[in-house]
């Protein structure tokens, strides 16, 4: 008997543009397609036709966009279930009272303690943030906190949960400075070179000074899912963020150009080429707790990302 492929989860990047100018941010100042709001609303379709249940938006910062109301509002209509990922600054009381009641999840960019944010991302985002975080919390919707690890905050993880944790936020998710986009012009961000595991035990050592953590489940097996895939701005799937990045030669297909049965067969196909039964290895050490996760970079672990990131980095 024949399964058929159902895509579930769908990241979308809606758009490149950010209204902030961040100093470790991944796109940095790349440009791109972006959907018209029709063709916004033809991708959403397509996605559900293609058995699409989740829809995480992100970008750039989605809310640049004038038109993410709607898409937003359409997604939901569609039956998707819609979670956003934003920096924090343009969510309002208007904005959460026109679509809050859209959107299961919100996760906001906060990168430490008010100087670390206010140096990275621009001065007046953590308060901007935090009067974000205190919106979404009147009105129900689930929230995370989203938090790059850096040269600057790697040693204040512990005093930032501290603060966040103060005014209720209780979902966090710690991902490792990439040494890519504007990273490359700001080096005293990377992180020096550490063992892995002694990195995150130090990490770890924080957070257990502030919640009570049992213990974390080690995941470094690949992610990639035939049940979940990336999608940029201008409707390119990916299997994989990072794939999306460094290798964009494995596209696996484009939501406006190819119908569903050609992507549905991208997908199969680029598992099948990538040997994904043999669990290849992630680019990420993953540790998880409830309520907490932590990727560390393992970049030159998987075969698929073309750069190698093990060479010593400058200092």
Known sequence: MTVELTICDWHWEVAKR????????????????????????????????????????TGGEPLIRSDIRLIIKRAYKSGLVVSLISNGTKIDKKFIDDVGGCIQSIAISIDGPLSVQDEIRGAGVYDKC?????????????????????????????????????????????????????????????????E?????DSILLQLRDVMEIDQFDVNTSCSVSPEAVYMQSDGT?????????????????????????????????????????????????????????INLNEISKCPMIRRVDNEPRST
Do not use: W
């Open 18 to 57: 950010c209204n902030l100018k961040c100093l470790h941010c991944l796109i940095g100042d790349c440009s791109g397609y972006e959907m018209t709001t029709k063709k916004a609303f033809a991708a959403i379709s397509r996605i559900v036709k293609l058995g699409g249940k989740r829809l995480f938006i």
């Open 130 to 194: 935090v009067a974000t975080i205190h919106l979404i919390q009147k009105r129900g919707i689930d929230l995370s906190v989203y938090s790059t690890i850096n040269s600057l905050n790697e040693a204040r993880v512990g005093e930032f949960l501290k603060d966040m944790v103060a005014i209720g936020v209780k979902s966090f998710h710690f991902n490792e400075v990439n040494p890519d986009g504007r990273a490359q012009d700001n080096e005293f961000l990377l992180l020096q070179p550490r």
């Open 196 to 200: 892995t595991k002694s990195r995150a």
């Open 237 to 293: 799937i990916f299997s994989c963020v990072e794939l999306a990045f460094k290798n964009p030669s494995l596209c696996i297909g484009n939501i406006l150009k190819d119908s569903p049965e050609r992507i549905k067969r991208g997908v199969s196909g680029f598992l099948a080429s990538t040997f994904f039964c043999k669990k290849l290895n992630c680019c990420y050490t993953s540790y998880s707790s409830p309520g907490i996760s």
